[in-house]
T-cell receptor
């Protein structure tokens, strides 16, 4: 699995967009980008994933650069409940072998 | 619908003892994965079972073992506990797809 690099921490004002970057310069053509988050004292929660096209769901948007070497998770209107550690994970599709390799992630603090 | 359940919630053991952690997946899920999360770090993959077969094993010593039962519930066993085994142990159930993993609240193990 390709290595990812994320800033250790970020702040965001409530109601503003939170843009969380991830660098994955060694990503291979068959590897997807996944984002999970972990709110304090809870298990990680899946947010979104993509291969090369931008993706959007009810939680967030994922923007992947054309060369796929980096991506940005966008929370359009951050709330206090979005305060969490956000993990960017790169993983090839391997059928039913679903191991996740977590790094140290980005700690997002949403403030009033 | 009930989420992933883990038992016990908290556990205190002494060095050298053995521990068994339990996980009940979401109904219909055939995949169960175990992760260890040491304070301040991201979760580290230990095992994945799918349809009662081991589909992946992380870089953990043989003191760690797991199994999955016919009802898809799972146990994680750790023998000869060390102080360094103190961590939050997370169970994730899913369909086997990387993006369809639902984590339980975890078992907090403290080894003294």
């Amino acid at each position: 699995d390709a290595k990812t690099t994320q800033p250790p921490s970020m702040d965001c004002a409530e109601g503003r967009a939170a843009n969380l970057p991830c660098n994955h310069s060694t990503i291979s053509g068959n590897e997807y980008v996944y984002w999970y988050r972990q709110i304090h004292s809870q298990g990680p929660q899946y947010i979104i994933h993509g291969l090369k096209n931008n993706e959007t769901n009810e939680m967030a948007s994922l923007i992947i650069t054309e060369d796929r070497k980096s991506s940005t998770l966008i929370l359009p209107h951050a709330t206090l409940r979005d305060t969490a550690v956000y993990y960017c994970i790169v993983r090839a599709y391997t059928g039913t072998a679903s191991k996740l390799t977590f790094g140290t992630g980005t700690r997002l603090q949403v403030t009033l | 619908d009930a989420g992933v359940t883990q038992s016990p919630t908290h556990l205190i053991k002494t060095r050298g003892q053995h521990v068994t952690l339990r996980c009940s997946p979401i109904s219909g899920h055939k995949s169960v994965s175990w992760y260890q999360q040491v304070l301040g770090q991201g979760p580290q993959f230990i095992f994945q079972y799918y349809e009662k077969e081991e589909r992946g094993r992380g870089n953990f010593p043989d003191r760690f073992s797991a199994r999955q039962f016919p009802n898809y519930s799972s146990e994680l066993n750790v023998n000869a506990l060390l102080l360094g085994d103190s961590a939050l142990y997370l169970c994730a159930s899913g369909t086997g797809e990387v993006w369809e993993q639902y984590f339980g609240p975890g078992t907090r193990l403290t080894v003294t």
